[in-house]
């Protein structure tokens, strides 16, 4: 099984509806993250939580807002999804590195959203 | 501004030659780390190799090699002997303290096709 594991894995939804994307890990980490993927644009980092008490906002949280349950568990949710919310998501842990940890970020298998 | 740029959308090489991916960074935090990713078509995020600010000589991991240039603020990826299975885009990315917490910044990405 997956380290990180994101569902759903492929979504398509309208516009208006409310959508979840959820993000579990074994890894034991305490920073989890939030990134979407478009063409030409890179990663670009939606929130971030580094620990359940902790939620922060990346570059483009505009209409996103997520949750962390629990230390593994960190959701993202569109509450009103649009057509430029289609995007490839990704969910990423990290530790914070030090005692020769370099701290890389590690990835789910992404999911895929389209907003018709 | 641009956190990290790389300039390079798109770079073909022959297979068995090496080549140059690459990536400036700026940022005014004196610690900081660099971080190669590889994304095949299939989409996974895959972590390639590592740099930090205070390293002293270049990372290798491989045929993996970084040309870190502090100065210069530019951190290249050079791939040795490439292979067909190097084909992906490769992203490059910055972890930098911003407000007392870590944030992992990406590139826009260089996609890389080998050639037979």
């Known amino acids: 099984d997956a380290d990180v594991t994101q569902t759903p894995r492929n979504r398509i939804t309208k516009t208006g509806k409310r959508i979840m994307l959820e993000c579990s890990q074994t890894?034991?980490?305490?920073?989890m993250y939030w990134y979407r993927q478009d063409p030409g644009l890179g990663l670009q980092l939606i929130y971030y939580?580094?620990?359940?008490?902790?939620?922060n906002k990346g570059e483009i949280s505009d209409g996103y807002s997520v949750s962390r349950q629990a230390q593994a568990k960190f959701s993202l949710s569109l509450e009103s999804a649009i057509p430029n919310q289609t995007a490839l998501y990704f969910c990423?842990?990290?530790?914070?590195?030090?005692?020769?940890?370099?701290?890389?970020?590690?990835f789910g298998e992404g999911s895929r959203l389209t907003v018709l | 501004a641009q956190k990290i740029t790389q300039t390079q959308p798109g770079m073909f090489v022959q297979e068995k030659e090496a080549v140059t991916l690459d990536c400036t960074y700026d940022?005014?935090?004196?610690?900081?780390?660099l971080f190669w990713y590889k994304q095949p078509s299939s989409g996974e995020m895959i972590f390639l190799i590592y740099q930090g600010s205070y390293d002293q000589q270049n990372a290798t991991e491989g045929r993996y090699s970084l040309n870190f240039q502090k100065a210069r603020k530019s951190d290249n990826l050079v791939i040795s002997a490439s292979q067909l299975g190097d084909s992906a885009m490769y992203f490059c990315a910055m972890r930098e303290v911003t407000s007392g917490t870590y944030k992992y910044i990406f590139g826009t990405g260089t996609r890389l096709k080998v050639l037979a």
């Open positions: 990423a842990t990290s530790d914070s590195g030090g005692q020769g940890r370099i701290g890389e970020l590690f």
């Open positions: 939580s580094f620990d359940v008490k902790d939620i």
């Open positions: 940022t005014s935090d004196p610690s900081y780390g």
């Open positions: 890894k034991g980490h305490d920073r």
